[in-house]
Every structure is written in structure tokens, then in C-alpha cells.
């Protein structure tokens, strides 16, 4: 099983930052890609950013040049370090990985969720 600790969620004022921490417990299991995902009240979840085990990240048009995802394989964390934030990326940050077993099917895990509300 792999368990999934977010932590960073805030309130901040438009223009500040933020850092997201997400700890996988992963005994057991090999974690390829974990990424952030948010959701706003009355919107569907989309994704924000991506990262691969190899480092390569992917993010969304609207968090491109003001959020930055990084990772610790020996920790088993992702970071979400958000910067120049804007009331529209209010939302319900959710952390997610990918783990398999051995040589088995990869399943995804999801994260609680850390709310992040930006005042104007």
C-alpha cells in the first residue's frame, strides 16, 4: 500500500508563494511519476504539474514559468514550489504517484489534499 502525506497549503496574498510537500510511504514499491493536481469548487480536477522519476516535468499552460516541481527519489517526495500566485489557482491541491509492485501493474495513489486559497 502506499500512503500519501500532503503538507504546504495555505492562505497567502496574490503575488506570494507557496511550497507544497507531498511524502510517499512506499514500502514495498517502486514509485515511477508523481504530479500535483487541483481542484477548484465547481471544477473538474486538472492536472498542474508532472514529474518523472528521471526528473523530466510536464505542467499545465497556466502554471508554466510561475511553478516549479521537483522530487527526492531517496525521500520518496515531490515538491510544488509556487511562485507569482494569482486568486484563480485557489484550489484543493491533490498529490499523486504511480507505484508498482515488484514487476506488477502500476496503480495510482492520491493524497489527501491541502487546500491553497490566494486573496487579491
Known amino acids: 500500500q502506499v500512503q500519501l502525506s500532503e503538507s504546504g497549503g495555505g492562505l497567502v496574498q496574490a503575488g506570494g508563494s507557496l511550497r507544497l510537500s507531498c511524502a510517499a510511504s512506499?514500502?514495498?514499491?517502486?514509485?515511477?511519476?508523481m504530479g500535483w493536481y487541483r481542484q477548484a469548487p465547481g471544477k473538474e480536477r486538472e492536472l498542474v504539474a508532472v514529474v518523472s522519476r528521471g526528473g523530466f516535468a510536464n505542467y499545465a499552460d497556466s502554471v508554466t514559468g510561475r511553478f516549479t516541481i521537483s522530487r527526492d527519489n531517496v525521500k520518496n517526495t515531490v515538491y510544488l514550489q509556487m511562485n507569482s500566485l494569482k486568486p484563480e489557482d485557489t484550489a484543493v491541491y491533490y498529490c499523486?504517484?504511480?507505484?508498482?509492485?515488484?514487476?506488477?501493474?502500476?496503480?495510482?495513489?492520491w493524497g489527501q489534499g491541502t487546500q491553497v486559497t490566494v486573496s487579491s
Open positions: 499523486k504517484a504511480a507505484a508498482r509492485r515488484g514487476l506488477g501493474p502500476s496503480y495510482d495513489y
Open positions: 512506499t514500502i514495498g514499491y517502486n514509485i515511477n511519476t
